[in-house]
């Protein structure tokens, strides 16, 4: 039996990925009316609740690659942020490691591939150990 994980996302915030949500070939729709806070994304805040919602279904391939290539990355993105900041803080904020996870999805995506499997062809791929770690470049 075929599981689809649901993610409820404010439409700003999904609109802001809908090209990588289109390459995933999940399906989304809109919604009109609310959920209890069980279901809250992520990228939805309590005080947002009253915006307009999509509700984007993954499964486990997707939803595993939404969550390395996007939510990972950019959290990544705040670390790079804060490990490069002689204050030690987080100053350059969201939009910087937006721009950092999708630059850093960009370089990786053949990896990505590579070691878990297209995610479009709602395969998953048990990753194999590799002989040398990959470097990255800043």
């Keep these: 039996m075929r599981r689809d994980r649901?993610?409820?996302f404010a439409k700003e915030f999904f609109y802001r990925d809908?090209?990588?949500?289109?390459?995933?070939?999940?399906?989304?729709?809109e919604v009109d009316t609310p959920r209890g806070d069980e279901h809250l994304a992520v990228e939805e805040k309590v005080?947002?609740?009253?915006?307009e919602k999509i509700d984007c279904h993954f499964n486990r391939a997707t939803g595993r690659c939404f969550q390395l290539m996007?939510?990972?990355?950019?959290?990544?993105?705040?670390?790079?942020?804060?490990?490069?900041?002689?204050?030690?803080?987080?100053?350059?904020?969201?939009d910087f490691a937006e721009s950092y996870g999708q630059r850093l999805e960009k370089e990786i995506w053949p990896d990505y591939i590579r070691a878990f499997g297209d995610p479009v062809?709602?395969?998953?791929k048990v990753p194999k150990k590799s002989a040398a770690p990959r470097k990255f470049s800043r």
């Design 70 to 94: 996007r939510v990972f990355l950019h959290e990544l993105g705040h670390h790079y942020d804060y490990i490069t900041n002689r204050k030690r803080r987080c100053s350059r904020g969201e």
């Design 47 to 51: 005080d947002d609740a009253d915006s």
């Design 18 to 29: 809908i090209d990588f949500f289109d390459r995933l070939g999940d399906r989304y729709e």
């Design 6 to 8: 649901c993610l409820r």
């Design 121 to 124: 062809d709602r395969t998953c």
